[in-house]
Every structure is written in C-alpha cells, then in structure tokens.
C-alpha cells in the first residue's frame, strides 16, 4: 500500500514533441505529489509538485495532471529538449516520501 | 548558499570492512535524511533525524548500519561489516521542519559505494 508505481521504465522522445510519465498509488492518505528529477551522479532535485485538492499544475513546459478518484498522477513536458534528458521520479507523502522507479527519458536531437 | 555536501563521492572496500559516509545539510534545515538508491531504482529511506533526534529509522538495517547526528547539524552514516548487496549510492537530503508533512527535500551528489 505504500507503494508508487511509476510507467515507463524509459522513454525516447524526439526534440518538440511531449513526453509523459505515469505513475498510480494506493494509499489515499498521501497529500503530496512531488516529482524529481535526476541526472547523472547528481542528486534528485525538485521539478514541480501537487496537492491533492488541485487536478492540474503548470510550471513553464511542466505539467502534472492529477486524478484522485483513479490515484494515478502524470508529469507532461511539452516542447521536449536534449536538456530534458534524465531519470525522472515521481513521489508521494504523507508522513514519508515514498519515490517511483524512475523513468529515464532521452530526448533525441 | 551551500548546497547539501557529502563525502566521499566514492568509496571502494573489500567485504567485511568498515565504511563511513558524511553528511552536512544546508544551514537552517532541522530535518535531515539518509536514502539508499541501488541501480536504476529509486531512492529509499534509511533514517530520518528531526533535529538530532532519529525519528523514523524503521528501515535501517540495525545489524550493520548506524547513523548518528550528535549536534543536530551534520550526520554520519556506517556500515559495519560491508556486504556485496550494499553496493550502492547513499543520498543524503535535507529540508525544513514541516512537521508531518514532508516538503522539498534537497539532496547532495550522493556516495556512491562499491564493495568488493
């Protein structure tokens, strides 16, 4: 139950196009949404996050989308860039911060 | 401002032996947190130290793995004997107190540990 589940595993997108990110979740008494991303041998940095009484927060080309009867929460970039190539995390919290798999995005040229 | 600092970036050790890892949080942040990433994974917590007191250490591996944060600031985690399996990168990340509700965690670069 204190699982986030987080699809695709990696993703390729060419330069402009939209990249999108899923992740789903059991525990409803999550009411934080983060998501973080991470390139190599760096640290996770936050990118953007949500609480659960909005559907849908922008941030520039960032998106999350949020659906809380379905638990499920996705990050869009829209306007992909090569800069935009690295692993991305989605989160959930309530006391603890519980992170996804990961995707590892490649944004092609 | 100083970012969260950790040291050493990498550390290579025969099994059995002894390793230590630092941590130095940015200034002003009470809470404090020590995250294992294994490979293509995401980060997963060992502690969490609220001031300096560990106050969520469930998933600690208490046979092998100690941590402490003595004056509340900096924090040392170790791992005494290495194993194979803990071969990984060790985060470590810090944030203002939000009571319960955890807000954005600044990480460092990590230390990234291969045991041989």
């Known amino acids: 139950q204190q699982q986030v589940k987080q699809s695709p595993q990696s993703l390729i997108v060419q330069k402009g196009g939209i990249s999108i990110i899923n992740c789903a979740y059991e525990?409803?008494?999550?009411?934080?949404f983060p998501w973080y991303q991470q390139f190599p041998g760096k640290g996770p940095a936050l990118l953007i996050a949500i609480r659960p009484d909005v559907s849908e927060k922008k941030e520039g080309r960032f998106t999350i989308s949020f659906n809380k009867s379905a638990k499920q929460f996705s990050l869009h970039i829209m306007d992909s860039q090569p800069g935009d190539s690295a692993t991305y995390f989605c989160a959930a919290s309530s006391y603890k911060l519980i992170f996804g798999s990961g995707t590892r995005l490649l944004v092609r040229p | 401002e100083a970012g969260v600092v950790q040291s050493p970036r990498y550390k290579i050790i025969e099994k059995k032996q002894p390793v230590a890892f630092w941590c130095n949080p940015i200034?002003?942040?009470?809470?404090l947190y020590w995250y294992l990433q294994n490979l293509g994974q995401g980060p997963e917590l060992l502690i969490r130290?609220?001031?300096?007191?560990?106050?969520?250490d469930s998933q600690l591996p208490k046979d092998r793995f100690s941590a402490e944060r003595l004056k509340g600031v900096d924090s040392t985690l170790k791992i005494q004997p290495a194993e194979l399996g803990d071969s990984a990168v060790y985060l470590c990340?810090?944030?203002?107190?939000?009571?319960?509700?955890?807000?954005?965690?600044?990480f460092g670069e990590g230390s990234r540990l291969t045991v041989l």
């Open positions: 130290y609220e001031n300096e007191e560990a106050v969520d």
């Open positions: 990340a810090s944030s203002l107190s939000l009571g319960m509700n955890t807000g954005e965690l600044f």
């Open positions: 200034s002003g942040h009470n809470t």
């Open positions: 525990n409803t008494a999550f009411d934080y």
